[in-house]
């Protein structure tokens, strides 16, 4: 299994107990969105010099975000992508994780946990934040003898259950979920997305009925059954069918559902076993006061297992609640914290229907008002309970465009408009940004994190330039994500549009307001060559941008070819110089080594060359070539000189190496020459600009040593002489296997095809799009139709502009390592300051 | 100016340098001198304007000289941080950078530092 944040090296991070270190000892028992937030929350108020932190969790895992488990499962999020502390984080904080390890009691009196490993951990104060598991509703045969679960059987609270039903969907047909509300909803429609026929089974009368009224809740059936889920209500499961692997459940009336796979989420129940057994008060959850202690003055309770004023919650808001109150008063940074209960919203994530709802659903007075504007044939169902004029329910189902002011109304029971009707319904139709600009300075913007409308703008002041780096700064978005959109709003409008995420996201680049085709056509049509004259043409006010000079010139390059008319300073200093720009200022020459083949003479000469300008590393690039690191600038023309072997493009926004593989040379499974092919491929496609990097690779057969799946054109010999063209694939930040292009019968016909491809790529794919966006986007589909069967009638067309590319290569470090094309082109920038220099070997 | 701040401050008495000659500095490109001990970047926009900066970038040492420019910023070539010529303020969250007064007299590029 691998560990999810976990580190290569062992699941917990050691930490020595010195005996003399006079710090007091926090544990906290849980390594979930509660206990990891907590101690966050402690080390920011400088709680990591004043405990020693021992952070014990049942998981092996590191922290990761429980929320997106749905996208996950609806494969539209990574694992990665959701992790949260990683063992790595913890290790770096000085807080010892020991993940895997289960506590199973306290002895509150010598202040002991005693843990599964057999090991006790003293502390002087202790957390218990254990969470929430799946309530499995008592049915006939849903348990094996040994009283696990019968296979096929899963809850839906950990990334382990996760990955256990993302391993069976690819098996299954037909699943049942057991549940209605928000987790059974979000686990049967990203079910269904995996193709997965799916019967949900909900015990009440109507779906999410804890947070909807029973109107709003029969319009969520009408949209949930037309996305194809079949929806039985109120109607128990009472019997689980199948000996060794689930086949299927009854239901109470009878009616008998076959599934091969059967989701339990019929609720959760707070994890209170250990505070059980510890003699602690537990009813529902484990009893706290309002500053999150139990009847124990030294172990205090947080999160989902706490239960506090009689409400047990189920979400991550008033977890991270507890978390920053418990912090304050265990820090001492505010003694007298105290959480008083939270108001709770929820959100569907992946149900292809939007529902937005927070406190009441229904009026509970006489005099509460109800406005309900309902619309069952479009699946829209809004409604608002107010009462004393404020606002304290709302259900937005189908139509989610208010979500925001409803939110900043209910969280600050601010005054309501007039016509109530305006709640709902946005009668002026005005643009998001007036609500923003309207929005108080403490109206709620992210309430998983509680992120407030005036710390955006604080830290947009403060100087953060990005959606993302609001983001990073103040947790805005960091939960569920729901938000997100709604914080990009309020960048903007605090940045006045100054935001390095561009508004303007269809631009081919950001200083010339045009896409890319009209931009083309514009270039065209005024006969526009140079970088300069792209700019006094199309851009408002003829204003030059910066930040659009290498994208305008790597389009003019493919628009123009050799009749383009070049300015350095259009150019990346990495074009500008044919190298790779390195931390310290210098620079990286990685020689032409098609298909990563080379010889003994060609080695001497990058030994030579090594030696000669002492160049500080040489290295085995992931790319098949060898890296010379280091080189300062006003050595690069007598490296190229010396070494006498063309420029292996590593540098540029082009194509790139061909990696390759021995074939059928000399590989006992070789199919085909995959070799040749590789050099033949590089050499023709060498140095050609594009979008962005293009890697390609050929392999002899599909065992796939040189990753030509995982490639932007990969090709796979598959014997009798045919090859397979593999599109779009990667394994960088991401990873995607390639879309199938094609299969040929011969190498020409291989080039040919991957031609047609990275030029149809090379003219419509935006500035900077890898191909693993590309392809997709477009859809392996459409492309294939463009280039495979000539649909469009372009082919002959693609043809001719990647020939005349091909014709119009010419090595740069041939071009002007003799002569440098502006005054001063090698001379050196490094400053005189020392600077972080890169490291020899 | 606090005591944390590490920007090179020009010496009390600021005095002007003669750093190089005119055409070494072409259009929309930018070169790096050392002006009576400080080491200064100096640019030529298209327009035709000149601008001196420090040389090294203020976020983490990279070479300014190797950036990109257009009338309101200077970006630099290592993490892409953004300088308005204006006052040097960052675009984004790096720190400031110094700029020092440059002119042309008769064919040499001569830097206040
Ligand atoms: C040298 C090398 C690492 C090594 O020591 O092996 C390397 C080094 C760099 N890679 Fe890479 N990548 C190297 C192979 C790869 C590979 C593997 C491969 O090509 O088979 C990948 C995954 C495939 C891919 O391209 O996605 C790879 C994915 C990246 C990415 C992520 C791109 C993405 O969209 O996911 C970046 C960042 C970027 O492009 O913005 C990157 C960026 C970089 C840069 C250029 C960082 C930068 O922007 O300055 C590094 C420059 C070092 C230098 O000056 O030489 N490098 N990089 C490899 C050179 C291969 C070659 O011979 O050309
Ligand atoms: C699929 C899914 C979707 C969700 N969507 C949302 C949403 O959209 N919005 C929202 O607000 N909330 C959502 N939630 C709920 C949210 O995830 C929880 O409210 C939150 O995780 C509670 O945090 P916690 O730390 O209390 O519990 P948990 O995150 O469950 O953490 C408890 C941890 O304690 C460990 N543990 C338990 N007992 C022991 C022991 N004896 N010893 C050591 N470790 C122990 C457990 O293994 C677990 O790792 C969702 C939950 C799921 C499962
Ligand atoms: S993986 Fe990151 S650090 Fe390593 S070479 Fe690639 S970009 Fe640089
Ligand atoms: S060194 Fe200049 S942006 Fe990082």
């Known amino acids: 299994m691998t560990v999810l944040g976990g580190r290569p090296h062992g699941l917990t991070s050691l930490a020595v107990d010195d005996d003399l270190d006079p710090r ?76 895997g390890v289960r506590v199973e009691r306290l002895d509150t009196a010598a202040k002991l946990a005693y843990a599964s490993d057999g090991t006790a951990a003293p ?53 049942v979920v057991l549940g209605g509300g928000l987790l059974g909803l979000e686990a049967a429609r990203a079910l269904q997305g995996h193709g997965v026929d799916v019967d949900l089974v909900h015990a009440a009368p109507w779906l999410m009925n804890a947070q909807l009224s029973r109107e709003a809740g029969a319009v969520l059936e009408r949209s949930v059954a037309a996305l194809g889920i079949r929806v039985h209500l109120d109607v128990l499961a009472t019997e689980v069918l199948g000996e060794g692997h689930v086949e299927g459940v009854l239901l109470r009336d009878g009616r008998r559902l076959d599934c091969d796979l059967l989701v339990v989420a019929a609720g959760v ?144 029971g601010s005054a309501l408009p007039e016509e109530r009707i305006r709640l709902l319904v946005d009668l002026a139709d005005g643009p998001a940004e007036v609500a923003v600009a309207d929005m108080p300075a403490d109206a709620r913007v992210c309430n998983c994190n509680g992120v407030t409308k005036g710390a955006i703008c604080g830290a947009v002041a403060d100087g953060c330039g990005s959606v993302g780096a609001v983001m990073d700064r103040t947790r805005a978005g960091r939960g569920c994500g729901s938000c997100k959109a709604l914080v990009a709003q309020v960048v903007e409008w605090a940045a006045d549009g100054d935001v390095a995420e561009d508004p303007a996201a269809a631009w081919y680049v950001p200083g010339v307001p045009l896409a890319k085709p009209d931009l083309v056509a514009a270039i065209r049509e005024r006969d ?121 493009y590593a540098y540029g926004k082009t194509t790139r190496t061909v990696k390759t593989c021995v074939g059928s040379d000399f590989c006992r499974f070789g199919l085909d020459d ?23 690779a050929v392999v002899g057969c599909p065992r796939n040593c040189a990753e030509a799946y995982v490639k932007d054109v990969g090709v796979v010999a598959v014997g009798t002489g045919r090859w397979e063209v ?18 040929v019968g011969s190498p020409e ?41 000539d649909a469009d009638g372009t082919c002959a067309d693609l043809d001719a502009a990647l020939q005349r590319s091909v014709d119009a290569y010419t090595d740069p470090w041939g071009q002007d390592g003799p002569e440098p094309a502006t005054p001063g082109q090698f001379a050196t920038s490094l400053p005189l300051l020392p600077l972080p220099q890169v490291p020899v070997r | 100016m606090s005591v944390t701040d590490t920007r090179p401050v020009a010496p009390p008495g600021v005095r002007a340098h003669t750093v190089g000659r005119a055409e070494d500095v072409p259009p929309g490109e930018g070169r790096a001198f050392v002006a009576g001990g400080v080491q200064v970047a100096v640019f030529r926009l298209r327009d035709g304007s000149l601008h001196a900066t420090q040389a090294a970038c203020p976020h983490a040492g990279g070479p300014l000289a190797d950036g990109q420019t257009d009338p309101d910023v200077l970006v630099c070539p290592l993490h892409l941080h953004g300088f308005r010529w204006r006052d040097g303020s960052s675009t984004g969250d790096a720190g400031p950078l110094t700029v020092y007064p440059v002119r042309e007299v008769d064919g040499l590029l001569v830097v206040d530092a």
């Not at chain 1, 094996?144 to 098996?171: C, S």
Request: hydrophobic share 40%; net charge negative.
């Open chain 1, 726 to 743: 593999y599109v779009g694939g990667a394994a960088g930040a991401s990873v995607r296997k390639g879309d199938l292009l094609a299969t």
């Open chain 1, 749 to 789: 016909e291989v080039l040919t095809v991957a031609g047609r491809f990275v030029q149809y790529y090379r003219e419509h794919a935006n500035w900077l799009e890898r191909t693993y966006d590309f392809v997709p986007r477009v859809g392996p589909a459409r492309i294939r139709s463009v280039v495979v069967d």
């Open chain 1, 24 to 99: 007091p000892r926090l544990v906290v028992v849980g390594t979930g969105m509660a206990g990891a937030r907590f101690v966050e929350e402690v080390l920011e108020r400088g709680g990591g010099e004043q405990f020693r932190i021992t952070v014990l969790g049942d998981e092996p895992h590191g922290t990761y975000n429980r929320i997106m488990l749905s996208p996950v499962l609806a494969g539209e999020t990574g694992e990665d992508e959701i992790v949260l502390n990683s063992h790595d984080w913890y290790a770096d904080n000085g807080v010892q994780l020991r993940a």
């Open chain 1, 269 to 412: 129940r707070p994890h209170t076993d250990v505070a059980v057994r510890s003699g602690l008060e537990v009813e529902r959850g484990v009893v706290v006061d309002d500053q999150l202690r139990t009847d124990d003055p030294d172990v205090y309770a947080i999160g989902e297992c706490a239960q506090h004023r009689g409400e047990v919650y189920g979400l991550v808001a008033p977890a991270w609640e507890h978390a920053r109150v418990l912090a304050d008063v265990l820090t001492g940074t505010d003694p007298a914290a105290e959480y008083h209960g939270s108001r709770t919203a929820t959100k569907l994530k992946v149900a292809g229907v939007d529902v937005a709802t927070m406190g009441m659903s229904a009026p509970e007075r006489d005099s509460d008002e109800l406005l309900v504007v309902s619309e069952p044939k479009r699946g829209v169902h809004l409604s608002v309970v107010v009462r004393d004029d404020r606002l304290v329910g709302a259900t937005l189902l189908g139509d989610t465009r208010r979500v925001a002011a409803l939110t900043q109304a209910f969280d600050r």
């Open chain 1, 528 to 648: 526009l060559r140079s970088v300069s004259a792209v700019f006094a043409a199309l851009a408002p006010g003829g204003k030059e941008d910066a930040r659009s000079k290498t994208g305008l010139t790597s389009l003019l390059k493919t628009v123009w070819g050799v009749d383009f008319l070049p300015e350095k300073d259009g150019e990346f200093i990495n074009d500008r110089v044919h190298a790779n720009i390195q931390r310290d200022g210098t620079f990286s020459v990685v020689p032409q080594m098609k298909g990563g083949v080379t010889t003994p003479a060609q080695l001497r000469r990058i030994a030579d060359v090594a030696e000669r300008y002492e160049v500080p590393m040489v290295k085995v690039t992931g790319g098949q070539r060898i890296d010379l690191l280091g080189v300062r600038k006003e050595d690069l023309p007598a490296v190229w000189a010396d070494l006498g072997m063309p420029s292996g």
């Open chain 1, 674 to 696: 995959s070799t040749a092919l590789g050099i033949a491929m590089e050499t023709r496609f060498q140095g050609i600009e594009s979008p962005a990097k293009v890697k390609m």
């Open chain 1, 123 to 175: 502390y002087d104060h202790l957390v218990l934040a254990t969470g929430s598991y799946s309530f499995v509703p008592p049915m006939a045969g849903v348990r094996r003898g040994d009283g696990e679960l019968l296979p096929g059987v899963h809850g839906f609270r950990t990334i382990d259950e996760t990955r256990a039903m993302l391993d069976a969907v690819g098996r299954c047909r037909r699943a």
